[in-house]
């Protein structure tokens, strides 16, 4: 009898304990987050994460209750955007070891003809620090650019600052390199990454993207009008940009493993893809999909996702994620319902101005007060209203985190603007 009781007592210890555990535990965790961003549908898509070498979760998240479209599975292949520079940079890197360029070449040596180039090295551009704006400015003019005249287009923009001197991301200065790796390989760009890249480290679902061509098991991409999901138009997923991938979440967790292992590139030239604090990472998004890639040496950990939707609170998301996997604070996802306060005319006042986007110049709009409240105007004078819910902080949706932080300037002692924008903080600079 006394030996049954110790078992029992045993049992209900390890209830006890697996009960204690399993919230504290990190795949327990990771799922819990992850669950919740689907219930409130901010998000769908497949999830990677490992650390230490053991693969904490790896899952698909279906918004449930919407059109079987949006559905995807496993094997799902997403267009991954922006994502596709860790191929660029690794390309770049795999021509280096081939002694076909140097991170030291200066743009004069590849493209004679290029203004201020003898100052813009290939280390420049893969680091984003070239100078050259983040978009070309009559991209938008163009259903598609060949590379020949994307590159004739970037020797058009000016210069935002001397290179080397700043950081900026570009998509021109990607663009480039996407130009040199086609000019200094063989046999052109595509075949130089399928062969360099896909082939050796076999990455069988990774290619490029064709419209006129059907690919299997394609994750259509959605975006949210209003409430209401609607499927992304293939105009607006022809993009002329660094490579129109798509690929698979099995995909890049299995070339995230082998960057170091020296088969396909050695590891001193491999280790360049890690920028001074031992992190490769890169987010993507377009219409209807958003990605990220993230790999940091120091605490070992992979984490990377692809959706086909959207409504995603990004940053929000990348932060938390990192966060709790060092055990620091972060919020599981839960429903928002933000509440419009009265201010003052005095306070409101020392809101409005012209501002654009730090990152792109181009993209303007003003603040104005109307009749003692708050609208973003833009260059056709379309008018969104804007909702305090506290003295310096604004929204548009109250059952979003997305809107409008003013912070005031010591300096200039004026009001400084950040948007936050699908989870996003988006920098503006005052105009005026």
Do not use: C, W
């Not at 009781?5 to 990771?30: C, H, M, V």
């Not at 922006?82 to 280096?96: D, Y």
């Not at 004078?381 to 003295?391: R, T, V």
């Amino acid at each position: 009898m006394k030996r049954l009781s110790t078992i029992l007592l045993l049992i209900l210890l390890s209830i006890s304990a697996f009960g204690q555990t399993r919230k504290d535990n990190l795949p327990y965790k990771l799922d819990e987050y992850f669950t919740a961003l689907t219930v409130f549908k901010n998000f769908n898509g497949n999830v990677m994460v490992s650390k230490d070498g053991q693969l904490l979760l790896d899952k698909t998240y279906n918004i449930e209750g919407e059109t079987d479209s949006l559905k995807i599975t496993k094997d799902s292949k997403f267009i991954i955007a922006s994502v596709s520079k860790i191929f660029i940079k690794f390309s770049i890197l795999r021509l280096v070891e081939l002694k076909k360029i140097q991170l030291t070449d200066n743009l004069t040596n590849l493209i004679p003809d290029f203004p201020n180039g003898e100052k813009i090295t290939i280390d420049d551009l893969i680091h984003h620090q070239s100078g050259l704006p983040r978009e070309l400015s009559t991209k938008d003019s163009y259903d598609s650019l060949s590379l020949s005249k994307i590159v004739e287009l970037a020797k058009l923009e000016k210069l935002q600052f001397e290179p080397g001197s700043q950081t900026l991301y570009s998509n021109v200065g990607y663009f480039l390199l996407h130009y040199i790796i086609d000019k200094s390989s063989s046999n052109g760009y595509l075949a130089f990454i399928q062969n360099e890249i896909f082939n050796k480290m076999k990455l069988n679902n990774t290619l490029e993207f064709n419209s006129t061509k059907s690919v299997p098991k394609f994750a259509i991409g959605f975006d949210n009008e209003n409430g209401k999901l609607i499927p992304t138009s293939i105009n607006k997923i022809k993009k002329a940009e660094t490579g129109n991938y798509l690929s698979t979440i099995g995909d890049l967790y299995s070339f995230s493993q082998q960057i170091l292992l020296g088969k396909a590139l050695k590891k001193s030239l491999a280790i360049e893809m890690f920028g001074h604090d031992s992190i490769l990472n890169q987010s993507g998004g377009r219409s209807g999909y958003r990605s990220y890639f993230y790999k940091d040496l120091k605490t070992d950990v992979t984490f990377i996702f692809l959706s086909n939707y959207t409504d995603i609170p990004f940053q929000e998301v990348t932060t938390d994620v990192i966060n709790l996997l060092d055990n620091k604070s972060y919020e599981v996802p839960h429903k928002i319902n933000r509440v419009e306060i009265q201010l003052s005319t005095e306070i409101l006042k020392k809101y409005t101005g012209k501002f654009a986007l730090e990152a792109d110049l181009t993209q303007t709009f003003s603040i104005e007060l109307i009749s003692n409240t708050l609208f973003q105007v833009d260059v056709n004078g379309d008018k969104y209203q804007l909702h305090p819910d506290s003295e310096n902080t604004f929204f548009e949706s109250p059952i979003t985190k997305d809107g409008f932080i003013f912070t005031l300037n010591k300096q200039t002692n004026q009001y400084d603007l950040t948007i936050v924008s699908g989870g996003i903080n988006l920098k503006m600079k005052r105009q005026g």
